[in-house]
């Protein structure tokens, strides 16, 4: 049997996850600033994407709409997909700075403009 929640629950927590990422986004803000390492910047964009997500997951359904499954070839549907897409692309390629692995940024974003 599948679990029923109610509209209001879902989104209270979107607004939940959504202040925790704005949390990150300052928390590695601050980071960044005083330590100047390049992966900050990177891991403080991935999250700035995935607030966009969170943001549009917010605004873009209509009331009734949050338990229906989206049309996956909506705009909206496409534009939340590029976004948690892209934050998951920006993730790991801070996380393969931050293991001092070199990888050439015009391959992240050819990496990007596939997904």
């Known amino acids: 049997m599948e679990p029923k ?7 209270a927590t979107l607004l939940v996850s959504l202040m925790s990422v704005w949390v990150l986004v300052g928390l590695f803000y601050y980071l960044n600033r005083y330590t100047k390492r390049e992966y900050f ?3 403080t964009a991935a999250w700035l994407f995935y607030a966009l997500w969170l943001t549009l997951s917010l605004h ?13 070839t909506s ?3 496409i534009i939340k997909q590029a976004c948690v897409a892209i934050s998951a692309a ?26």
């Open 90 to 115: 920006f993730l790991l390629w801070g996380t393969l700075r931050f293991l001092g692995i070199y990888v050439k940024q015009m391959l992240f974003g050819l990496f990007i403009l596939f997904l």
């Open 5 to 11: 929640f109610s509209e209001a629950y879902l989104h």
């Open 60 to 72: 873009v359904q209509q009331p009734g709409s949050m338990t229906r499954v989206p049309d996956p």
């Open 41 to 43: 910047t990177i891991w």
């Open 75 to 77: 705009l909206e549907s």
